[in-house]
C-alpha cells in the first residue's frame, strides 16, 4: 500500500461458498496441474491455446486477416491527429474505430491497440466524450506521448450498441444480445475478440507503425479481452490487464455475467492461466485500492500476480512480471501504464 494511503473497507462482496461441481476436477489443462517443470511449459502453452479457440468458437485464422478501411472523418486533439474509421470484419459487420498519430507524425511507431470496457465505449477511450467510467482517455494520453493507437468500437457497445430496443426488465443491449449469442453457440467475448484481432493487424500494418513493437491494453471488460489477445497472438508483444483479470474459482464464482465469460472456463483452467500464456512477453497487471468485486480482492491479496510468478520464471522472463497497486478506483493507472509501455516497447 502506498505511503500515507489509508485502507478502504472491504466491499459488499463476499465470494459464494458453494461448491462448483466436483473441485478435484476443475481446471484439468491449468498449469498448476500439467507443469511440473520447464520442459512442460511451452507444449501447456499450445494446448491451452487451441482449448481457448475451441471454447470461444474463434473463426478460422485464414478469416482473421488485416482488412481494408474506409475514413469516415479527421480530428485533432493535443498533440495528436485522429481518423474515424470503418472496416468490415470476418462475419461482414462493420466495425468502427479511432485512429490516433501522434505530431509531427514519424515512421517506425510503437503501436497500442487499446480496447473500451464497458462504458461509454470508444469515444471515452479516445477522451471525445466526458465520462467518469474509468477509461482516462488513455488512448489520446498515449498518442500524445508518442505511440500509434487504435481503438475499436466492441460489438454492441457504444456507437454500436443495438438500436431501438428496449428491454422491459432494464437489462442493457449488449447483455441480451450476448446471451442471445451464447445460446447460438456463438458467445459474444468470440466475436468481439476475433474483430480485436483484426483491428491489431491493421494496426500493425498501417506504415506509420513499426510491426515489431505492437503492444495492447484494456481496462476491465477491455482488460479481459487484451489478456485473451495477447495469449493467442504473438503479434502482441506487450499486453497491460488495468482492473481487468481475477481468479474466477477463487473470487469471481459466477459474479460475472454469462455474455462476459469463456463458456466452460473452470472445466479447463482459470483466468490466470490464461494470462500465463502471454509468458515471456511483458505484462502488467494493475489493480486499485478502491476497486469493487473480485478486483478488490485481487488488489489486497496479489493472487493472480503470485500464481503468473511461477509461469514467468519458468519462461525464464520474471523480469518480464509487472505489478501496479495504485491508490484509485476501477480505472487506468495513466502514470504506471506510460512506465510500462516505455519499458516494453
Excluded at 23 to 40: C, H, I, K
Excluded at 103 to 130: F, K, N, W
Excluded at 202 to 227: K, P, Y
Aim: hydrophobic share 40%; with cysteine.
Amino acid at each position: 500500500m502506498p505511503q500515507g494511503e489509508t485502507a478502504v473497507p472491504a466491499p459488499p462482496y463476499t465470494p459464494p461458498a458453494f461448491a462448483v461441481a466436483d473441485e478435484q476436477g476443475l481446471t484439468q489443462l491449468s498449469f498448476a496441474r500439467r507443469v511440473r517443470g520447464r520442459q512442460d511449459l511451452g507444449p501447456w502453452q499450445q494446448a491451452a491455446r487451441q482449448k481457448l479457440e475451441e471454447l470461444l468458437n474463434l473463426p478460422e485464422p485464414a478469416r482473421l486477416t488485416a482488412p481494408e478501411y474506409e475514413v469516415l472523418h479527421d480530428f485533432a486533439g493535443p498533440g495528436y491527429q485522429g481518423q474515424k474509421i470503418a472496416f468490415a470484419c470476418f462475419d461482414g459487420q462493420t466495425v468502427l474505430a479511432y485512429l490516433l498519430l501522434p505530431r509531427p507524425l514519424a515512421g517506425g511507431l510503437p503501436g497500442i491497440l487499446a480496447l473500451p470496457g464497458h462504458g461509454l465505449g470508444a469515444r471515452s477511450t479516445v477522451g471525445l466524450v466526458e465520462s467518469r467510467d474509468g477509461q482516462m482517455s488513455m488512448a489520446a494520453v498515449l498518442a500524445s506521448q508518442g505511440y500509434a493507437v487504435m481503438a475499436p468500437e466492441l460489438r454492441s457497445f457504444g456507437e454500436r450498441e443495438i438500436e431501438g430496443y428496449r428491454d422491459p426488465a432494464g437489462r442493457k443491449t449488449h447483455e441480451v444480445f450476448g446471451n442471445f449469442m451464447l445460446s447460438l453457440g456463438r458467445p459474444l467475448l468470440g466475436l468481439t475478440l476475433a474483430e480485436a484481432i483484426q483491428a491489431l493487424l491493421l494496426l500493425a500494418g498501417h506504415q506509420a507503425v513499426d510491426r515489431r513493437r505492437l503492444g495492447v491494453a484494456g481496462l476491465s471488460q477491455g482488460g479481459r479481452l487484451a489478456h485473451l489477445l495477447a495469449a493467442l497472438r504473438p503479434e502482441a508483444r506487450a499486453c497491460l490487464v488495468a482492473s481487468g483479470l481475477a481468479s474466477s474459482l477463487i473470487y469471481d464464482r459466477g459474479y460475472s455475467d454469462p455474455h462476459d465469460e469463456v463458456p466452460g472456463l473452470l472445466r479447463y483452467f482459470d483466468y490466470p492461466d490464461l494470462a500465463g500464456l502471454v509468458a515471456p512477453r511483458p505484462l502488467l497487471l494493475s489493480w486499485g485500492l478502491r476497486e469493487w468485486g473480485p478486483y478488490w480482492w485481487e488488489a489486497r491479496e496479489n493472487t493472480t500476480y503470485q500464481y503468473l510468478r511461477g509461469i514467468y520464471a519458468l519462461a525464464d522472463a520474471p523480469e518480464n512480471l509487472d505489478l501496479d497497486i495504485h491508490p484509485g478506483a476501477h480505472a487506468y493507472h495513466p502514470e504506471g501504464v506510460l512506465r510500462f509501455f516505455a519499458k516494453a516497447l
